[in-house]
């Protein structure tokens, strides 16, 4: 009973910080439509605040707390409102979720910038004093951290039920016009509930320091827990978000108790919070269509078919160049790009083309991976086995939560993530806690592909190939069909469209290409691991597709390299690896809201230097004369055409119009046989 006691306490308090994070999420949701990936970095930078005022400039805990909590957080609440997610709510949720993952990003490399890695500690408050319950001692900082919960649950019911600026805070979101009709001030309530969020996110990382210690990830990630709770609640509900997050703080703690600790079901003490996030989700109730919100995406410029294999062509002719001057090493960094782009070409399906999020792209290419590397068939029938087994996994996540959209869709690939992170691929039968998997490289009838060069320009092939596909697919009626999905849901279902299975077959179809550009990396690398396919790798991986733009296959190619290009600057520069993920989420977050990225601005000027040189070059190249159709009039003469000549079959009468004259008599007209 005292060990049964003890877990329970250590429960509630994980859950009352749970509380706490999650209150504040439901709060700017609430009242913004805005959700917050960002949350758990919001209060992990908080965090790292409060340890350098009180421990490193040695002030006194209580003043730490008060600029902390009643001074930074919320003018850094104030400004990304007022200056970053101002009107992302009434936008596509792709756009407003894509803004707080670079918000995400971008704070995690500023703490990295800032405070570099190094041991940090943060003591408890109250640290001497606590209290015994049986046979159970229960730590001040414990019982604070709980009491504080209840008072924040209790403060933002009575604020959002009870007050003139609750009613504004809620009334915000419904009707902001017809509020500032009335004389209320939308901007101002929206500012407030940021500015109340981003504090309570600080003192959920405060309270939650001193056990799980100063961590750039591990904080993050700790308060992304939350997000269950916040789920159960519906985002609505303050009284469900606070039951939902004391009792997965119980269920997490009972989990590391009495959960195996060896074998299979190791991982699932790790996973309690993605599978709570997970059953919640899958029992949300069916998503309503938003009418009256036609928000459509000027889409980046659709290249001709002609011009696609033309420029297609020229992307391997360059890869062949350079697989002829460079050394293996930089060939895989080359291939790696390739995989890269493959994986982002699958985001221009879901993002760019229907306006679905993915935050666990990546991890359908390990998924890829795992499979090219366990069927021991390095050739074609291995490598397209191993896509269509990650389709079909890409539509089992769809699948559950067809009935949803948006939101809940995207937060459902992020509990699929951490699920594959924790889990599955650290189990016996995957790649196995730290360990690794040997793939061959593939075999094109019945030879090897053992050369590095030669493998990469396959690998450029299938990267072509796929682009092409991918254009074709936009051309026609399914491209049409994905952009009205993408800028009106509400007027697909008005016309009798059902968009659910449609989302599954997309979900499946990108999930596959993720799996096949994995399974080529795989090949390229011939030895994997877990670490290769992280959760929180999909994160750069996103935005690095939205910043170069998401629309695009150009995008694609562009965001492959960028990413690639990250690892290596960090690695000769490692005091700017916290500053060049700063700089990539805070482009994300200046780019969000134009998914052509910096793609468009390719095409732009494209279309200016053809503007200023195009007809100087056009004029200076020698075109070549046509060959000159010929034909026979009805005396047998032949007759030189160059224009459109109309074919009449033998035995057919002459249609009216203009005829070809016989040259021995002007008068009688012949006709094309």
Request: hydrophobic share 55%.
């Given at each position: 009973?005292?060990?049964?006691?003890?877990?329970?306490?250590?429960?509630?308090?994980?859950?009352?910080?749970?509380?706490?994070?999650?209150?504040?999420?439901?709060?700017?949701?609430?009242?913004?439509?805005?959700?917050?990936?960002?949350?758990?970095?919001?209060?992990?930078?908080?965090?790292?605040?409060?340890?350098?005022?009180?421990?490193?400039?040695?002030?006194?805990?209580?003043?730490?707390?008060?600029?902390?909590?009643?001074?930074?957080?919320?003018?850094?609440?104030?400004?990304?409102?007022?200056?970053?997610?101002?009107?992302?709510?009434?936008?596509?949720?792709?756009?407003?979720?894509?803004?707080?993952?670079?918000?995400?990003?971008?704070?995690?490399?500023?703490?990295?910038?800032?405070?570099?890695?190094?041991?940090?500690?943060?003591?408890?408050?109250?640290?001497?004093?606590?209290?015994?319950?049986?046979?159970?001692?229960?730590?001040?900082?414990?019982?604070?951290?709980?009491?504080?919960?209840?008072?924040?649950?209790?403060?933002?019911?009575g604020l959002l039920n009870r007050t003139r600026v609750g009613t504004a805070m809620r009334a915000s979101v419904d009707n902001p016009v017809l509020l500032q009709l009335?004389?209320?001030?939308?901007?101002?309530?929206?500012?407030?509930?940021?500015?109340?969020?981003?504090?309570?996110?600080?003192?959920?990382?405060?309270?939650?320091?001193?056990?799980?210690?100063?961590?750039?990830?591990?904080?993050?990630?700790?308060?992304?827990?939350?997000?269950?709770?916040?789920?159960?609640?519906?985002?609505?509900?303050?009284?469900?978000?606070?039951?939902?997050?004391?009792?997965?703080?119980?269920?997490?703690?009972?989990?590391?108790?009495?959960?195996?600790?060896?074998?299979?079901?190791?991982?699932?003490?790790?996973?309690?919070?993605?599978?709570?996030?997970?059953?919640?989700?899958?029992?949300?109730?069916?998503?309503?269509?938003?009418?009256?919100?036609?928000?459509?995406?000027?889409?980046?410029?659709?290249?001709?078919?002609?011009?696609?294999?033309?420029?297609?062509?020229?992307?391997?002719?360059l890869v062949a160049v350079l697989t002829m001057s460079m050394g293996d090493a930089d060939l895989l960094l080359v291939g790696t790009a390739a995989t890269y782009a493959?994986?982002?070409?699958?985001?221009?399906?879901?993002?760019?083309?229907?306006?679905?999020?993915?935050?666990?792209?990546?991890?359908?290419?390990?998924?890829?991976?795992?499979?090219?590397?366990?069927?021991?068939?390095?050739?074609?029938?291995?490598?397209?086995?191993?896509?269509?087994?990650?389709?079909?996994?890409?539509?089992?996540?769809?699948?559950?939560?067809?009935?949803?959209?948006?939101?809940?869709?995207?937060?459902?690939?992020?509990?699929?993530?951490?699920?594959?992170?924790?889990?599955?691929?650290?189990?016996?039968?995957?790649?196995?806690?730290?360990?690794?998997?040997?793939?061959?490289?593939?075999?094109?009838?019945?030879?090897?592909?053992?050369?590095?060069?030669?493998?990469?320009?396959?690998?450029?092939?299938?990267?072509?190939?796929?682009?092409?596909?991918?254009?074709?697919?936009?051309?026609?009626?399914?491209?049409?069909?994905?952009?009205?999905?993408?800028?009106?849901?509400?007027?697909?279902?008005?016309?009798?469209?059902?968009?659910?299975?449609?989302?599954?077959?997309?979900?499946?179809?990108?999930?596959?290409?993720?799996?096949?550009?994995?399974?080529?990396?795989?090949?390229?690398?011939?030895?994997?691991?877990?670490?290769?396919?992280?959760?929180?790798?999909?994160?750069?991986?996103?935005?690095?597709?939205?910043?170069?733009?998401?629309?695009?296959?150009?995008?694609?190619?562009?965001?492959?390299?960028?990413?690639?290009?990250?690892?290596?600057?960090?690695?000769?520069?490692?005091?700017?690896?916290?500053?060049?993920?700063?700089?990539?989420?805070?482009?994300?977050?200046?780019?969000?809201?134009?998914?052509?990225?910096?793609?468009?601005?390719?095409?732009?000027?494209?279309?200016?230097?053809?503007?200023?040189?195009?007809?100087?070059?056009?004029?200076?190249?020698?075109?070549?004369?046509?060959?000159?159709?010929?034909?026979?009039?009805?005396?047998?003469?032949?007759?030189?055409?160059?224009?459109?000549?109309?074919?009449?079959?033998?035995?057919?009468?002459?249609?009216?119009?203009?005829?070809?004259?016989?040259?021995?008599?002007?008068?009688?007209?012949?006709?094309?046989?």
């Amino acid at each position: 009973m005292s060990s049964i006691l003890s877990f329970t306490i250590l429960g509630l308090f994980t859950g009352a910080a749970y509380a706490i994070a999650a209150s504040g999420l439901v709060l700017t949701y609430t009242t913004t439509r805005v959700f917050n990936i960002a949350h758990g970095a919001f209060g992990m930078v908080m965090a790292f605040t409060f340890w350098d005022f009180s421990q490193r400039q040695h002030m006194p805990t209580w003043l730490a707390l008060v600029l902390v909590l009643g001074v930074i957080a919320p003018g850094i609440g104030w400004f990304v409102q007022r200056f970053v997610t101002r009107g992302l709510g009434e936008g596509p949720v792709s756009v407003s979720l894509v803004v707080t993952v670079g918000l995400f990003v971008g704070l995690i490399g500023v703490a990295q910038y800032i405070w570099p890695p190094a041991p940090r500690t943060v003591p408890p408050f109250l640290a001497e004093e606590g209290l015994r319950i049986g046979g159970t001692y229960v730590t001040a900082h414990q019982i604070i951290t709980i009491a504080l919960s209840a008072v924040v649950a209790a403060a933002l019911y009575g604020l959002l039920n009870r007050t003139r600026v609750g009613t504004a805070m809620r009334a915000s979101v419904d009707n902001p016009v017809l509020l500032q009709l009335f004389g209320g001030k939308p901007d101002m309530v929206a500012s407030l509930s940021w500015a109340i969020g981003i504090s309570l996110a600080a003192l959920a990382g405060i309270l939650l320091t001193p056990v799980i210690g100063l961590s750039y990830y591990d904080l993050t990630l700790l308060v992304i827990n939350a997000y269950a709770a916040a789920m159960l609640g519906r985002l609505k509900s303050l009284p469900l978000t606070f039951v939902g997050a004391m009792g997965l703080g119980v269920l997490q703690s009972f989990a590391v108790a009495y959960l195996p600790s060896e074998g299979n079901l190791a991982g699932l003490r790790a996973v309690v919070p993605a599978l709570f996030l997970f059953v919640v989700i899958v029992a949300m109730p069916q998503a309503q269509l938003r009418i009256g919100q036609v928000k459509g995406i000027v889409s980046a410029p659709l290249p001709t078919l002609p011009r696609s294999v033309g420029w297609g062509s020229a992307l391997l002719v360059l890869v062949a160049v350079l697989t002829m001057s460079m050394g293996d090493a930089d060939l895989l960094l080359v291939g790696t790009a390739a995989t890269y782009a493959m994986v982002m070409l699958s985001l221009v399906l879901l993002t760019g083309y229907s306006g679905h999020v993915s935050l666990a792209q990546f991890t359908f290419a390990g998924v890829g991976a795992l499979a090219y590397a366990k069927l021991d068939e390095p050739n074609l029938f291995g490598l397209f086995v191993a896509a269509a087994i990650t389709a079909g996994v890409g539509a089992l996540v769809a699948l559950p939560v067809l009935r949803l959209t948006g939101l809940y869709l995207a937060l459902s690939t992020l509990a699929f993530g951490m699920l594959m992170d924790k889990m599955v691929f650290q189990a016996d039968f995957a790649f196995g806690f730290n360990g690794t998997l040997r793939a061959e490289r593939l075999s094109l009838l019945g030879r090897e592909i053992s050369s590095t060069g030669a493998y990469v320009q396959v690998m450029a092939v299938f990267f072509v190939l796929m682009a092409l596909g991918l254009l074709l697919l936009r051309r026609g009626v399914l491209g049409r069909l994905l952009i009205a999905m993408r800028d009106s849901p509400a007027a697909c279902g008005t016309l009798g469209l059902d968009m659910r299975w449609f989302r599954v077959a997309l979900f499946g179809l990108s999930a596959g290409m993720a799996g096949l550009a994995g399974a080529l990396f795989a090949g390229l690398r011939g030895t994997i691991g877990a670490a290769d396919f992280q959760l929180f790798n999909s994160l750069p991986l996103l935005l690095l597709a939205v910043v170069c733009g998401v629309t695009s296959v150009t995008g694609a190619a562009l965001g492959g390299v960028g990413l690639m290009l990250l690892p290596v600057l960090q690695s000769s520069r490692p005091e700017l690896a916290g500053l060049v993920f700063a700089v990539l989420g805070f482009g994300a977050v200046a780019l969000g809201r134009d998914p052509n990225g910096l793609a468009n601005l390719v095409f732009g000027l494209g279309r200016r230097l053809d503007a200023r040189f195009g007809d100087r070059v056009r004029a200076a190249v020698p075109v070549l004369p046509l060959p000159q159709a010929r034909v026979e009039d009805d005396s047998g003469t032949a007759v030189p055409l160059a224009g459109p000549v109309l074919i009449v079959p033998e035995g057919e009468p002459s249609p009216p119009g203009p005829s070809i004259p016989s040259p021995s008599s002007k008068e009688a007209p012949a006709h094309v046989r």
